[in-house]
């Protein structure tokens, strides 16, 4: 078939559905010199992996949403044509059934051929994705980032929504989209997703000691919390006992003989013996912090170590095998059929027949942080995992995929060789009915698969899932516990939060417990109903026993 064959003889409303039949300049390109197999793009930079700032205490503020002017990526006549540039025999194909897609009028055949677009389109992306290690062009970064193969299959206020949505990741947070992401794992900044081994040079010795480095990075990190815990509860004991020693030095005249001081009074004697107790917390703590210091200088002379070795053996930046890229595309893939489900819409590209989003609606960066910042305001645990007793926040990282799904899941709840400080990993596609119950999907599986971690082999009797298994059984539910409860917590978060009672009264006290809402949102549902208030004053008595 000759190169231009098929867009001569393109159908006229197909033109006019592409923006093709007002000038000639607007004719959809000619094929014949791209479809072959050139190379761009390839390539990868240094950097090392993430790492987890502890201090950080909630995500940040969103200022812009929206860039003021957009981009005009999306106006070019040409952006067809060079997104599927150089991908070989795949993008004809892709081209092929794509038009037979758009021109059929019947509308049996035309479901035919969108089934048959959707495997070849996918296969026409990984070719795409294995180039995201190097700069992809704009167009391509475009058709990883938001599934736009041609803009003129969106709206103009699509348009020009689209290219307005911020770039690049200002705040630097770890919300990234998919060409952020596939960049990541293919320069070797984030682990692969996938279970097997990264393949890499060397006989895999950089990628052995990097997990190790990752694993004694987080040992580092966990302990530097530790020891600034240990400072800080320093600090404070020894503010109270300046603040008592200064009780006692109070002195008033005796009222038998006014030229000597009075005896201590009961405050004072309470205050002495306090210090007591005080100068015993502060021997202890001491004795804590001394080990700490040593768990520290241990684990900052393993890092250096380890480091030491990476550039041995050629330095810090670890060259991956395509393997890599491949595998999390694949990867990628099988997240995205599981934000849609069986039912859900597979179609794999943007189109206006399918985008029904409102601007707040569409999962972009800055719509996602907003998001997970209103569900921490209400569970003020979401994103905090407990090591050594110290509980941290540890904010995951959130890939965003651009399909019509409705739910968001997590992938894993820490990578398994920085179980301390390591991020999970949630999905969340960006084209949901409604966003928030998405990213709320996402939150509410990290949450399962966090707490089943930490309980072990006792999930099914200790903690949030052992309590929640215990009431599930104790119902004689069937099904899938963890979708129980992903709904369960998404009533939680939705209805209790505002005070609606809509859960069973055994799971009410289980996530009040183990899911507490933050102080904020307590204080204001202890006044709504005796049931929240009985809650909170469990709370009180929990506060004051030993074993809470």
């Given at each position: 078939?000759?190169?231009?064959?098929?867009?001569?003889?393109?159908?006229?409303?197909?033109?006019?559905?592409?923006?093709?039949?007002?000038?000639?300049?607007?004719?959809?390109?000619?094929?014949?010199?791209?479809?072959?197999?050139?190379?761009?793009?390839?390539?990868?930079?240094?950097?090392?992996?993430?790492?987890?700032?502890?201090?950080?205490?909630?995500?940040?503020?969103?200022?812009?949403?929206?860039?003021?002017?957009?981009?005009?990526?999306?106006?070019?006549?040409?952006?067809?044509?060079?997104?599927?540039?150089?991908?070989?025999?795949?993008?004809?194909?892709?081209?092929?059934?794509?038009?037979?897609?758009?021109?059929?009028?019947?509308?049996?055949?035309?479901?035919?051929?969108?089934?048959?677009?959707?495997?070849?389109?996918?296969?026409?992306?990984?070719?795409?994705?294995?180039?995201?290690?190097?700069?992809?062009?704009?167009?391509?970064?475009?058709?990883?980032?938001?599934g736009i193969l041609h803009p003129n299959f969106l709206k103009a206020e699509s348009r020009d929504y689209f290219s307005k949505v911020v770039v690049e990741n200002e705040l630097e947070q770890p919300v990234l989209y998919m060409d952020e992401w596939l960049h990541g794992v293919g320069t070797s900044k984030m682990r692969s997703s996938a279970t097997d081994e990264v393949r890499v040079t060397k006989v895999n010795v950089q990628s052995k000691l990097q997990q190790a480095l990752e694993k004694a990075q987080g040992k580092l990190d966990g302990t530097r919390t530790i020891v600034k815990q240990k400072d800080r509860e320093r600090n404070e004991i020894e503010k109270i006992i300046r603040n008592r020693i200064e009780t006692i030095y109070e002195r008033n005249p005796m009222r038998e003989i006014p030229d000597i001081s009075d005896c201590l009074y009961e405050g004072q004697k309470s205050a002495a013996v306090e210090i007591q107790n005080l100068l015993k917390d502060l021997l202890k703590n001491d004795n804590e912090l001394d080990s700490s210091v040593r768990d520290y200088v241990a684990a900052e002379s393993e890092v250096q170590m380890l480091r030491d070795k990476i550039e041995a053996e050629g330095g810090s930046t670890v060259t991956v095998d395509i393997g890599a890229l491949d595998s999390e595309f694949n990867t990628i893939r099988q997240m995205a059929k599981m934000t849609c489900g069986r039912q859900g819409n597979h179609f794999p590209i943007l189109t206006g027949d399918y985008f029904h989003c409102g601007p707040n609606d569409v999962a972009t960066r800055e719509n996602v942080l907003t998001m997970l910042a209103r569900i921490e305001s209400i569970d003020a645990e979401a994103f905090c995992r407990i090591y050594k007793n110290k509980l941290n926040r540890i904010s995951p990282y959130v890939l965003l995929i651009p399909t019509y799904g409705d739910t968001g899941f997590c992938w894993e709840p820490f990578d398994r060789y920085n179980r301390a400080t390591s991020r999970g990993r949630i999905v969340i596609p960006m084209y949901p009915k409604n966003l928030y119950i998405a990213v709320l999907t996402a939150v509410a599986d990290l949450r399962w698969q966090v707490a089943k971690e930490k309980a072990s082999f006792y999930w099914m009797e200790e903690g949030l899932t052992g309590h929640y298994y215990l009431w599930f059984q104790s119902q004689k539910l069937k099904g899938d516990i963890k979708e129980?409860?992903?709904?369960?917590?998404?009533?939680?978060?939705?209805?209790?939060?505002?005070?609606?009672?809509?859960?069973?009264?055994?799971?009410?006290?289980?996530?009040?417990?183990?899911?507490?809402?933050?102080?904020?949102?307590?204080?204001?549902?202890?006044?709504?109903?005796?049931v929240y208030q009985e809650l909170y004053q469990r709370d009180l008595n929990r506060a004051m026993s030993d074993g809470y």
């Open positions: 078939m000759a190169g231009n064959d098929v867009f001569d003889d393109m159908d006229p409303e197909l033109a006019a559905l592409l923006g093709t039949a007002s000038t000639e300049s607007n004719k959809l390109p000619d094929f014949s010199d791209i479809f072959g197999g050139g190379k761009e793009g390839e390539g990868s930079d240094g950097g090392s992996r993430d790492s987890v700032d502890l201090s950080n205490t909630g995500f940040p503020v969103i200022t812009k949403r929206l860039e003021e002017k957009g981009h005009d990526s999306f106006n070019d006549q040409n952006y067809y044509k060079s997104a599927l540039l150089n991908e070989g025999d795949i993008a004809q194909r892709v081209h092929t059934i794509l038009q037979k897609f758009l021109t059929t009028k019947d509308p049996k055949d035309r479901s035919v051929f969108r089934q048959q677009f959707i495997a070849p389109y996918w296969e026409f992306l990984f070719n795409v994705a294995r180039k995201a290690a190097g700069d992809l062009p704009h167009y391509k970064k475009f058709l990883l980032r938001f129980f409860f992903i709904n369960d917590y998404i009533m939680w978060m939705t209805k209790e939060a505002e005070g609606i009672q809509k859960l069973d009264k055994d799971i009410r006290g289980t996530f009040w417990r183990y899911m507490p809402f933050t102080r904020e949102v307590k204080e204001k549902l202890k006044t709504r109903n005796l």
